[in-house]
């Protein structure tokens, strides 16, 4: 019924290496494939950002000091590497748990400094990147009257500090408030300022 076939030494050799790689190729096949689940793991957060506009992702991940690829990563965030105001995006935690280099957790502050007809004033820990609108207010007014002195930049460094000529109708007020407005959210923080 069968011919049979007569193979030379060479040809013999291809035909089991052949059929070696083909029982191999059954076998891996038979193996159970890694879990989909656990390589697409949800990524640990150690804090949150709220995209605001002007950010980038380069820019987030300098402020949380990691790795920009690290934060496109655990956000599923693909070229173009798009953002949009509003979004929530996961910083990831490094392998001790907690991000390296994370901003510290001092609270923002400023001092305001009188002298002469001028308020010198100090902010410490504040965002880079962002302004505030200077105002100040007149207690001896019903109603509150609000002066606008100027706008106070943090550029490229959190603490700065700026100097503002106090208006004429309060340079001989004993005391008045100096009000920082974030132009952003609107955050306003506000202070009293004496005489002396």
Known sequence: ?????????????????????LVLTFLAAALPAPSLAASASKPQCSTYHKVKSGDSLVSIAKYYKVNWTKIAEANNIIPPYTLYVGQSLCIPKDKTGVVSGAPTAQA???????????????????????????KVDDFKVDGLKWYKLGILRTRKANNVEASFQIPKDLRKAYYFYVCLKNAVTDKVTCQAVYAW
Do not use: C, E, H
């Not at 019924?1 to 790689?21: C, D, E, N, P």
């Open 1 to 21: 019924m069968f011919a049979q076939i007569g193979y030379t030494r060479s040809q013999k050799w291809v035909v089991k290496v052949f059929s070696l790689v």
């Open 108 to 134: 923002a502050s400023f001092k305001v400094l009188r002298n002469g007809d001028n308020l010198v004033i100090r902010a410490y820990n504040f965002p880079t990147k962002s302004f505030y609108y200077v």
